[in-house]
C-alpha cells in the first residue's frame, strides 16, 4: 500500500438524513477497505439527477454521504492496484465492475458479479472500489468540469441511444460497438428523447450520431430550450406527437430514448413508438410500472432498461465529448462550494437549476 502523507481524519461531506434533508457535515475521511481500493482527494463532485431520487424520498436513504460523479487525484492505493499510483489524475464511473466476470467480459459491466451503485462522491475524500477496473486516466485536453460529464450522464446518455439504435438493427446489420467508435454507423430513423434534464441533453447529442432526426420533449420549457442547443426538435408533447406523426407519416418515432426514470415516462415512450420500434431506458426506476400487454402485444415493441455499462460506453461517449466540446463547455451551469450543497439539492430538485458540480479545495 502506498499513500499521500498527512491525510486529516475528518472531511465535510453532502449527508442525507432523509427526504428532502441533506446537511454538509465533517465525517471520518474514508479508509481502504480492501487491497483492491484507492482513496482519491475529490476536486469535483457532480450533482446527479438520480440523486434526486433518494432526496425525494422515492428510495430509503438516511446517514450515508451522497454522491457519485468523481474528478480526483489519488492520495492512497491498496496492494493489489497495478494500474494506478498515488498522484494519478482519474475520472471515478458511477459504477463498480472488476473487468473479468462473465458480464465484464461480454460488455456488459453494469451487471458485473460485484456491481455497485457508488455513493460518497460529494465529499473532501472518496474510496474507490475494484480500481483497476474502474477508474480512468484523465483524458488530457479537458477542463475538469467537462471530463467530470464522463463519470456518469455522457455514457449513460450515449448508451440509450446505442442501446436503441442496437435494438432496432437487431444485430443483423453488420456493424459492431467497435464500428459506432470509428463513426461508420450510418444514421437512420427517427429518435425522441424523453426529458431534457442533463442525461436527456447528452442523450440528445449521442443520439444525433445515429439517427437522422432527433426530437424531444420535457415538461419544463427552459429545458426545452437547451435542447435544441444540443440539436434536437424540442417541442412540448401534443406538439411533438404532432411532429412526429406528420414526419412519419403517422407511424411514431423509431426509438424512444426515455431518461427521466418516471413510470408516465415509460408509458409516454411506449405510445411514441412505432411497431417494432425500440424502447430504451436509462431512467432509474424505482418503483412499480403498469404496463398495458395489449400495447406491447400489438406494437412489437423492443425494450431494453437499466443501468449504463460505463466500461462499454466510455470510448464512444469521449467522441461526442471531443466533437461537441465548445457545446459541453458551457454545459455545467453551477459551480459552487460544497458548503451550498443544501441549497442547489432545493434548486436542482425545482427544475431552477441545470448541472451543478461541487468544487473541493485542492
Excluded at 465535510?12 to 432523509?18: D, K, L, M, T, Y
Excluded at 446517514?63 to 492512497?76: A, D, F, R
Excluded at 482519474?90 to 457508488?118: E, H, M, W
Excluded at 415493441?301 to 460506453?313: D, E, I, N, P, Y
Aim: charged share 20%; net charge negative; hydrophobic share 40%.
Amino acid at each position: 500500500m502506498s499513500a499521500a502523507p498527512a491525510l486529516p481524519a475528518t472531511m465535510r461531506a453532502v449527508v442525507i438524513n432523509g427526504p428532502f434533508d441533506v446537511k454538509v457535515k465533517e465525517v471520518p475521511v474514508p479508509k481502504l477497505e480492501k487491497d483492491t481500493d484507492v482513496l482519491i482527494k475529490v476536486h469535483l463532485a457532480g450533482l446527479c439527477g438520480s440523486d434526486l431520487h433518494a432526496y425525494r424520498g422515492h428510495e430509503e436513504a438516511s446517514g450515508y454521504v451522497m454522491g457519485h460523479e468523481v474528478v480526483g487525484t489519488i492520495v492512497e492505493t491498496g496492494s493489489a492496484v497495478t494500474k494506478f499510483k498515488v498522484g494519478d489524475h482519474v475520472i471515478a464511473p458511477f459504477s463498480v465492475s472488476c473487468g473479468k466476470c462473465f458480464y465484464c467480459d461480454q460488455g456488459y459491466t453494469s451487471r458485473c458479479d460485484q456491481n455497485a451503485c457508488l455513493i460518497g462522491g460529494q465529499a473532501e475524500y472518496f474510496r474507490m472500489p475494484l480500481a483497476d477496473g474502474c477508474l480512468f486516466p484523465f483524458p488530457s485536453g479537458l477542463p475538469e468540469d467537462v471530463a467530470l460529464l464522463m463519470t456518469d450522464i455522457l455514457p449513460t446518455g450515449y448508451s440509450s441511444a446505442m442501446n436503441a439504435r442496437r435494438l432496432l438493427d437487431n444485430d443483423a446489420a453488420g456493424w459492431t460497438y467497435a464500428d459506432a467508435l470509428a463513426g461508420t454507423v450510418p444514421k437512420k430513423g427517427v429518435a425522441v428523447v424523453i426529458g431534457c434534464g442533463p442525461v436527456g441533453l447528452c442523450a440528445i447529442s449521442s443520439a444525433r450520431t445515429l439517427f437522422e432526426t432527433v426530437y424531444a420533449t420535457d415538461l419544463a420549457p427552459q429545458r426545452l430550450a437547451l435542447a435544441e442547443k444540443h440539436g434536437a426538435i424540442a417541442l412540448p408533447l401534443p406538439e411533438l406527437k404532432e411532429a412526429l406523426a406528420k414526419a412519419t407519416d403517422g407511424r411514431g418515432a423509431d426509438a424512444v430514448l426515455e431518461v427521466v426514470g418516471h413510470a408516465g415516462a415509460v408509458l409516454t415512450a411506449l405510445d411514441l413508438v412505432r411497431p417494432y420500434g425500440a424502447v430504451s431506458s436509462v431512467g432509474v426506476h424505482s418503483r412499480h410500472i403498469d404496463l398495458d400487454g395489449d400495447q406491447l402485444y400489438s406494437k412489437n415493441a423492443r425494450l431494453q432498461f437499466g443501468r449504463c455499462s460505463v466500461r462499454t460506453f466510455f470510448p464512444h461517449a469521449a467522441n461526442v465529448l471531443r466533437d461537441n466540446l465548445e457545446l459541453f463547455k458551457s454545459f455545467v451551469e453551477n459551480k459552487v462550494d460544497l458548503d451550498e450543497a443544501e441549497k442547489y439539492y432545493e434548486l436542482f430538485e425545482q427544475n431552477k437549476v441545470a448541472k451543478t458540480v461541487f468544487v473541493m479545495p485542492k
